[in-house]
Every structure is written in C-alpha cells, then in structure tokens.
C-alpha cells in the first residue's frame, strides 16, 4: 500500500513558523519571501585554483628549527672571519691583587735652636825681626801671605819689612772639629801600613850598599822609588820601605837597634780649630805608628807661639791621644795660637833620680796649630 507524502514545508527564517512550501509570505510575522531562481547546469566541470602545499607544524618544533638555523649562521660567520684574520683569540688578563697601602703618619719637626753668635776677634799684632819675610811669618800663624799684605796694605811683592815693623795677623777661621777617626786615605794607609824611612845619599853610598844597611833588597828600593837604573848621587831623596825588608839570615842573629817610625797622622783637632774660654780641655789625638816597644812611647810637643815661645810642654804618653794641662791656658783674656807635634821616642838611659831619658826614634809629623782664649778674671767693685 503506498503511502502519501506530506505536503513539502519551509520554516520562516523571522519568527520560525512552518510554512508551506509555495508560501510567499508569512502569516505570523509578514515577512515576505522571494521564490529562488533556479540555476542552469552546464556540462562542463568546475575550473580548480592551484594551490601550494602546506605543512604544519608544532611551535616547540618551529622554535627548536629556529635556533639550529641561527647556530648554524653563527658558526659560517665566525669561520669566514677567522679565515681572513679578523678574529684573534682571546688572551685571559690575570686579576691583579691591590696591595694594602700604609700611611706614614709625620713626626713633628723639631724646631732648631740656634747657638749664639761667634763674635770675631781682633788680629794679633807682631813685631817684625831681623831676618823676617812675610812667608815665614805666615807660615809661624798657619795663614795664607796674601792675607797679611791685605790687612797691612803691603805692596803686592811684600818685600819692605823692617825691624820692629808692627804688623796685623789675621787670626785662624774657626772651623768644626769632625768626628773622631782613623782613617786614612789610600795611599797614606799604604806608607802607614808599610812603614818608610827617609834616607839622603852620602859621598860613597851605592844602591847595593844601602840595601845591605837597611836589608831591604835592591829591587825593593827601586820599585819603591820608581828608579830604572842602579845609579844614585849624593844628596839624592829616597824612600826606603820597612815593610820589604829581609829577614834575617842565621841561626844566632845580632840583635839591632830597631829602624825609626814614620811620621804619625795628626786627627783630632783640625789645623786652625779655635776654642773659646767654654772649653776647660782641648785633647789632642793622633793615628798609631805601630805596636811600640815597651821602651818606646811617643812626645807631644805642645808651643805657645804668641807668647813668643816661651810657654812650651813636651809631655811622653803610650796612649794615641793627650789631653792639653790647664797650665798652658793663657791668662791675659786674648786668644792664643798654639803649635803641636807628635814623634815617636826610645828610652836609652835614666837619670839619677829615676826618671826615663828618650831618644828620637821616627820622623816629627807636620805640624797642627789652634786657638785658645783666655779665662775672663773677675773686676772687683772699689
């Protein structure tokens, strides 16, 4: 049995209501409805725009890709420099350690005090005598000639002195007394260590005569004195060096007298030191000569020249230094010039009352000289 089919319905896209199918309008809402033209098929099939292929992927694998492309990048790059010479490997600069600074903190100055004022003396005056020149003179004070012709208004040759002419001589320029001390200079300390005895040729001496004398070898004394030949003549300086001698041949030597000591080094004070009437002692030191014998000693002759002489000490010690008495002190308020030496003595006998007599057993040495004030005696009120 065939069943009919319902009538064929639409549904008004306004308001929903079901409609039949030839509807042109809706009963309920009013909306009108426009029959659909119906198309023409044609034979021919659908013409197709080409489309690309795509791929799809996730974004963890999009970044991971992204990453190995830039490395890769990175790594042509760097090689393509390195190639050319631009790229320079990296040199590791080592850390430097600061080292703690240590601030020094000053100490105050001391503030100098100064001493008072040397006020200068007047020149000595001196007499002229019979046989006097002006370097004599200046040669007794230990000061230079021009400076008498200055202070005399002398002429230039100083050559008009006469008796009793009185004459102004300056007095010596105070000078510091260095610090004590035994040393020599190269070759002083070379003559000191060695030892030399002067020694004038005389009518018939030879070298080889000298030489068995003083038993020094020939070679020794030529060597010494810078001789080229074996010949010498009479009044002919040498120079014979102690330190060179033989020794002595034989089983029973002959004892000898022992040869003089040089000339010892005055130290202490320096030539033209002038002391005030402050100083109540002035000690006068000098180099050693050597191990002295126990006969042996050395004199410290001590002159009071501008008392003119007659002041004068001589005074025998074993010790390298002296201290000046008080007893040579002058006494009239004026500043004496004192002239010292030192020699090297031989006990060969002794007097009746016991005291040693000494020999001459070296060479004097130069001459020193200073200065010497007075006390100040005391004005009593009348």
Known sequence: MTESN???????????T????????????????????????TDSAPIQSTRLPEVHLSLPLAIGL????????????????????MVTNATTTPTLT?????????????????????????????????????????????????????????????GTLYENQKLLIPRPTPTASPAPTGTLAPAEATAQACGVVPYT???????????INYNISVE??????????????????????????????GPTPTPTAPPPYPAVNLLLPADGTVFTS???????????????????????????VTAGGDAKITQY????????????RPTDNTNHIFRWSVVVVRQNNTTQDGQPVYVTNGIVSQSRVFGWSGTVSSTQAP
């Open 18 to 41: 079901r409609l039949s199918e030839n509807a042109t309008r809706c009963l309920v809402c009013g909306r009108t409805f426009t029959s659909p033209t119906p198309s023409k098929k």
């Open 66 to 85: 992204g990453v190995i492309i830039l490395a890769l990048g990175a790594l042509i790059v760097f090689f393509g420099l390195q190639s050319s010479g």
């Open 201 to 211: 040729v005389k009518d018939g001496d030879t070298l080889g005569s000298i030489s």
């Open 220 to 249: 020794s004394i030529k060597n010494f004195n810078n001789l080229t030949s074996d010949n010498v003549w009479i009044n002919m300086y040498l120079s014979l060096p102690l330190c060179e001698r033989r020794p002595t041949e």
């Open 278 to 304: 402050a100083n109540d002692t002035i000690t006068l030191q000098w180099a050693s000569a050597g191990t002295l014998r126990e006969n042996e000693a050395y004199a410290v002759n001590v002159e009071d």
């Open 317 to 328: 010690v074993t010790d390298t230094k002296m201290i000046v008495p008080v007893s040579m």
């Open 98 to 158: 600061v080292t703690p600074t240590f601030t020094i903190t000053p100490l105050p100055s001391p503030t100098a005090t100064e001493g008072p004022t040397a006020t200068p003396e007047p020149p000595l005056e001196y007499t002229v005598k019979v046989g006097d020149y002006c370097s004599n003179i200046a040669a007794i004070y230990h000061v230079s000639i021009q400076a008498i012709i200055e202070l005399n208004n002398l002429p230039p040759e100083c």
């Open 6 to 16: 319902p009538s064929a319905t639409k549904v008004c896209p306004t308001c929903g």
